[in-house]
């Protein structure tokens, strides 16, 4: 075979795969994509212009090297029914038979064989484990093979560790023959017949694809070459092996495997970045929905405390509606005719006038706002618990590979340091509540509502001044009464004025008090709600800008994968 001619067209389609996987590289390259498999791609960029890469593989004692020897009608490869090395032999064209180091790896070798001149072989290592520890086959050769020929014994034929081997080749897109070798050990046809249905059957259950398969006995093409003998050579299998090589890697044919076989390894790659975007959207998702569930939980506590401060604040209301209603009746009784002579009685009026209509105004509103705070600060508590415990939840999700343990750390501490927000919070509600802190908004209360000092006697002193100014009014009712009859025409009048005016100074204070209560309770609920959002915030920023980083990344891998897809349909597959 000669080497593969390259046309305008071959050139063209060539340069879109090398762009394609290329754009392909840098993106991947920005998610946690293990270096293999980014390595892999990597050098499948770089060999799109090298030879068409043949990888040999197989167990020890399945003949692998022989195979090669016998096929390249030569002894360069060393043999035996153990393993001998675990070196790597490339091979490929030279005028001449030569042997040389390659690092530590791996020997080059090269030969006169007209079968290399346009393709290069690898000879990988024989164990007992086609699963070699050798990472330039991992992350050099298995990424740039364009064809995988998969040697088996005839005597022990697909074994279970052969499986393993060839899912795996299928999973990296390889194409791959199967050789079935030793085939002249086998006692005859019909048993040759039944293990190549074997392996048929398996691989095609197993692969989900017909792979080709050849029976061959390296022994015997080996022995043909050194005695000329063309019956044996005939009886060894390899003619039908060589005209399908010749055949089907004919030049159009091996570019288009190379073509396929690099953007099997695009698609394998970007399949596998995506699956790692799914768990990674899924991880930020569920942070995402933490904080949300956080702050709907804020909010909600703030709509039902606003709520309970105005069930609460109705009820103060009620006492005061209950005081007006004791005023008119105190009112009513004291401007009677038969009680003028107790109207001149001062100090008495305002005693009665505290325990009849005042009652217990100053203890009822302290009490009240007293349940309000604590109600409060009691919701409080169990808002904050809730999101502590939520975040506890989060703290024990594993991301696994999704993410790079540097963005697992950034995202440990963002969730560290909103959880010691939350518990400063905790703190400082639990020290007011303590301190009793709280009262102070009943004390500023009820101070902006009466306009007196809190250390005074209270609201009901407050209100018992109203009394006092009345009271005044009233001696000068009597001085008219004693005056003249006509004194008693005026008894009716100070009633309704009394009456009138007890009601709208107490409703002044009344709707100060509510006014003043409301507001600075309804700030507090506030201000505690903005500091939980505030102590959200942070960590939500980090997942809201992660989520949309992915959803980009997810945009263009998903374009890429498009493009590959439209450049394999644009190539079509060999078909074997």
């Known amino acids: 075979m000669s080497a593969i001619k390259i046309s305008d067209a071959h050139k063209e389609f060539s340069n879109s795969v090398r762009n394609t996987l290329t754009e392909l590289l840098v993106s991947v390259s920005r998610t946690n994509l293990p270096d293999s498999s980014t390595a892999a791609l990597r050098e499948t960029v770089k060999a799109l212009e090298d030879q068409f890469l043949v990888v040999v593989v197989g167990e020890y004692n399945s003949g692998k090297s022989s195979f090669i020897n016998a096929l390249l009608d030569t002894d360069i490869l060393p043999t035996g029914v153990t393993p001998t090395t675990n070196l790597i032999h490339l091979i490929r064209h030279g005028e001449s038979v030569t042997s040389t180091p390659i690092e530590t790896w791996g020997n080059l070798v090269t030969h006169p064989s007209p079968f290399l001149e346009s393709i290069s072989l690898v000879d990988t290592p024989g164990t007992n484990s086609i699963f070699a520890n050798h990472s330039v086959l991992t992350n050099w050769f298995y990424p740039r093979a364009d064809l995988v020929i998969f040697v088996t014994s005839a005597d022990r034929p697909y074994t ?24 002249d050990q086998v006692n005859n046809a019909e048993d040759l017949r039944k293990i190549r249905e074997f392996v048929a059957e398996n691989t095609s259950r197993e692969l989900k694809s017909n792979l080709p398969i050849f029976e061959v006995s390296s022994r015997q093409k080996i022995k043909s070459n050194q005695t ?31 073509m396929d076989a690099s953007l099997s390894l695009g698609e394998k790659t970007v399949s596998e970045a995506l699956v790692l975007l799914k768990q990674e959207m899924d991880l930020y998702t569920e942070d995402l929905r933490l904080t949300e569930t956080i702050q709907a939980q804020s909010d909600a506590y703030q709509v039902e405390l606003k709520k309970e401060v105005d069930r609460s604040l109705n009820e103060i209301h009620a006492v005061f509606e209950e005081i007006k209603a004791h005023g008119n009746e105190y009112f009513e009784e004291l401007f009677k005719v038969r009680n003028i002579p107790n109207i001149l009685k001062k100090e008495k009026n305002q005693l009665e006038f505290q325990d009849r209509v005042l009652q217990n105004l100053p203890t009822a509103i302290e009490r009240k706002t007293t349940e309000m705070v604590e109600s409060i600060y009691f919701q409080e508590q169990r808002m904050t618990q809730f999101a502590t415990m939520q975040i506890e939840k989060r703290k024990t999700a594993f991301p696994g590979n999704a993410i790079s343990s540097e963005t697992q750390n950034q995202r440990a501490d963002l969730l560290q340091k909103m959880q010691r927000s939350i518990d400063d919070m905790v703190e400082k509600i639990q020290n007011d509540m ?25 609201i009901g002193a407050g209100l018992t001044i109203i009394a006092t100014t009345l ?3 009233i001696l000068g009712v009597v001085a008219a009464f004693w005056i003249g009859i006509a004194g008693f025409l005026v008894l009716p009048y100070y009633r309704k004025k009394s009456q009138t005016e007890f009601e709208e100074q107490i409703t002044d204070v009344e709707k100060r ?24 915030l942070p960590f939500r920023s980090y997942v809201e800008n992660t989520v949309r980083r992915i959803e980009k990344q997810h945009l263009d891998l998903s374009e890429l994968r498009g493009r590959i897809s439209t450049l394999r349909q644009e190539l079509g597959t060999s078909s074997f």
Do not use: P
């Open 228 to 258: 000329h003998d063309k019956v044996l050579a005939s009886q060894s299998g390899f003619d039908a092996l060589e005209t399908f090589l010749q055949e089907k890697l004919d030049d159009e044919t091996r570019f288009q495997m190379k």
């Open 434 to 458: 303590a301190e009793e802190i709280g009262l102070k908004h009943v004390q500023k209360a009820v101070t902006t509502a009466l306009a007196i000092e809190v250390s005074a006697v209270g």
């Open 513 to 536: 008090l509510i006014s003043s209560l409301r507001l600075e309770l309804n700030h507090e609920i506030q201000a505690q709600g903005d500091q939980l959002t505030k102590a959200i």
């Open 160 to 183: 279970e560790s052969e499986s393993l081997f060839l899912r795996a080749v299928q999973q990296w897109g390889k194409k791959i023959v199967i050789i079935l070798n030793k085939a």
């Open 471 to 473: 009271a005044t009014d």
